[in-house]
């Protein structure tokens, strides 16, 4: 039997495998690079004494800070893989115009790991590139509903409206179309797989498989906390 009803165990781990291998490259390639750009000494200092650390410990942090605003990009696209993996649905793969397609349900989705990705003044060049793609006779995907998809919201109240971003040339925020809609992770999940509860399943599921796919190396602790943190994101 599946760990999830909606994809199947290789496909899960194969996503997994591979933002495992790129959060080991990004933490590498911090190490490596580190120093290359220009250190804050005063920040350092600051750190170390402020919060009564020293030095190996400041590194570790502050490498692994800047690994993580690399693995970032990259859970985006996990999502991504992960919802392509589903019936009836595509992943478009990094570099096209969008992310997701689903010709049965006539649905096009840019996917972004948070709500905060892109800058509110570059929201509204979302919407007319969603625009562009749904609403010309002569689109293939001329009638089919596009969603901007934040996976972690900024309100954990569930949402799937019209994306009205505001037009800082105009003045005013885009017009309301229908077809051109905002929806966070949650709901799109459910929207993909037809389970309400399809990304806390797959939450759920993630520390056994990580500690599968490692063989053990990486066994999740205090996961009571971290269902916090999921509880505190998503109604």
């Not at 959060?23 to 750009?37: H, I, L």
């Not at 970032?72 to 570099?95: A, C, P, R, Y």
């Not at 990705?117 to 995907?141: F, H």
Request: a positive charge; aromatic letters at 10%; one cysteine or more.
């Amino acid at each position: 039997m599946p760990k999830l009803n909606w994809i199947s165990d290789d496909e899960l781990h194969q996503a997994i495998n591979h933002l495992l291998q790129k959060a080991e490259e990004a933490q590498t390639r911090s190490e490596k690079k580190f120093g290359k750009n220009v250190i804050d000494p005063f920040s350092a200092l600051f750190t170390m004494s402020g919060f009564k650390i020293n030095y190996k410990e400041w590194f570790n942090t502050e490498t692994s800070r800047q690994a993580q605003k690399t693995l970032q990009n990259h859970i985006g696209e996990f999502h991504q893989t992960i919802l392509g993996s589903v019936k009836d649905w595509e992943n478009m793969k990094t570099g096209n115009v969008i992310d997701l397609t689903s010709n049965s349900k006539k649905i096009i989705a840019e996917v972004k790991n948070k709500h905060n990705t892109i800058s509110g003044g570059k929201l509204s060049e979302l919407y007319y590139s969603l625009e562009r793609l749904v609403m010309p006779k002569t689109s293939i995907y001329k009638g089919h509903t596009a969603y901007y998809v934040t996976i972690i919201p900024k309100s954990k109240k569930r949402r799937n409206i019209p994306f009205v971003p505001s037009d800082k040339d105009k003045g005013e925020r885009c017009p309301i179309n229908e077809l051109i809609r905002e929806i966070d992770g949650a709901s799109f999940y459910e929207l993909v797989t037809g389970d309400y509860n399809a990304l806390r399943d797959l939450f759920n599921v993630l520390p056994n498989v990580i500690e599968e796919c490692t063989q053990g190396k990486y066994k999740i602790d205090n996961l009571v906390q971290l269902n916090n943190f999921f509880d505190k994101a998503f109604e």
